[in-house]
């Protein structure tokens, strides 16, 4: 196996930006496993199915990995980046045959030389748990949700009200982590060996460059 860095934590943590950033100073790519359960809960909402359904939201996460193969510019999709798309990956994220379906692929990517970066809730505690480094990216929900409010305010979606109000946005935000961190498949936490870092009262930059001294010390 090549390098792998492992990015875990809760939404609007910053573990996206970093490890798209740590991908590109490494020379690495980045695999955003968020997307996949974006993929999948956006098909179930597309077949008009029921998100808390294991059956249609299993049958969608195989048609997906099926479908990778040939098209990766799936996970490009500005769809899978609204709210309705996250909310819809949490609740299949819940289903233990969803993330047993999703499994082989992540494991694949990570497996490439010469490594990978894979951000989400369960790179370091189960789809690689040899990884070289680990992360796990936190910051306080009125933090994460003040950040996830200013970026649709400068970046409002259309499947939503323009503007939508902070109050709802943390409530999204604190919803989110209690399902993530709740749910008996893979929940998310850090994995005993992860490094903390704490992104509160860093801006984007800072919390990159603390990233990237974690990864170059593991790297050795
Ligand atoms: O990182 P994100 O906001 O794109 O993730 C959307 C949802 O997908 C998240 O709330 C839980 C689920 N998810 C997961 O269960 N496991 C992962 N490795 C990545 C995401």
């Known amino acids: 196996m090549g390098f792998v860095v492992a990015i875990d934590g809760p939404a609007a943590s910053g573990k996206g930006t970093i490890a798209a950033r740590l991908g590109a100073a490494l020379g690495l790519p ?19 199915g029921d998100l808390d359904d294991p059956t249609v939201a299993t049958d969608a996460a195989t048609a997906l990995v099926r479908d ?9 999709d500005p769809a899978l980046r609204t709210r309705t798309a996250g909310e819809a990956a949490s609740r ?20 490439r030389e010469p490594g990978a970066v894979l951000d989400g809730r369960d790179i370091g505690t189960v789809i690689v748990p040899h990884a070289a480094a680990k992360l796990y990216i936190t910051a306080s929900a009125p933090t994460r949700a003040k950040r996830r409010w200013r970026q649709l305010l400068e970046a409002p979606e259309s499947d939503v009200q ?8 943390l409530a999204d935000i604190l919803a989110r982590d209690t399902r993530d961190e709740m749910r008996a498949a893979s929940p998310m936490r850090p994995a005993p060996d992860a490094i903390l870092l704490d992104t509160t009262d860093l801006d984007i930059d800072a919390a ?13």
């Open 92 to 111: 299949v994220a819940a289903h233990p045959a969803v993330r047993a379906a999703l499994v082989e692929s992540q494991r694949s990517f990570a497996a």
């Open 162 to 169: 323009p503007s939508p109000d902070y109050e709802s946005v």
């Open 68 to 76: 990778l193969g040939r098209d990766v510019d799936r996970l490009g």
């Open 30 to 48: 980045v695999l955003d496993s968020g997307l996949l359960y974006r993929a999948v809960g956006v098909e179930v909402l597309r077949r008009a």
């Open 208 to 220: 990159f460059d603390a990233a990237r001294r974690i990864v170059e010390a593991a790297r050795g």
